[in-house]
């Protein structure tokens, strides 16, 4: 599904999804299978996705609010992520070039050349994986 400027709400769906949104709010929430998306300056909300989910991000805010076990590979340009992943358990790698990261203190801190990672287990037992990439937007996990 392609959209340019409106508002995305899909709830309750199943299988495979693929969303594309330039400017409008786009959310999915009670939702299970493979979500797929790309957004420029909207912000994309996901609530309780039970699945993987894939995202691209130009300058719009990524919010990832799951229980549960977990499974997320986001790049943002500017935008800001935020993800609350209650109980996951999930391992988690997070790195930017220019933006701050507000992790769990007892992550590891890694500073390259070039990027700054955080890296480590989420307090839980559902398991899963966080894998985040940002240039200079801020990340937030909890």
Same mark, same amino acid.
């Given at each position: ?19 594309? #949104? ?8 009670? #939702? ?93 037992? #559902? ?16």
């Amino acid at each position: 599904m392609s959209n340019f400027d409106g508002t995305v709400s899909l709830q309750n769906i199943e299988g495979g999804l693929q969303l594309s #949104s330039h400017k409008g709010q786009m959310s999915v929430s009670r #939702s299970k299978g493979r979500l797929q998306f790309e957004s420029g300056d909207n912000n994309t909300v996901i609530e309780d996705f039970d699945g993987s989910i894939k995202g691209k991000s130009g300058q719009g805010a990524i919010v990832v609010r799951s229980e549960g076990k977990i499974n997320v590979n986001l790049r943002s340009n500017q935008g800001r992520i935020d993800i609350q992943a209650k109980g996951s358990g999930a391992t988690v790698n997070v790195g930017s070039k220019d933006g701050p990261l507000y992790l769990p203190n007892y992550f590891k801190l890694t500073r390259y050349a070039n990027m700054k990672v955080m890296s480590g287990r989420l307090r839980g037992g #559902s398991g899963g994986q966080i894998y985040v990439r940002t240039e200079s937007g801020s990340v937030k996990l909890r």
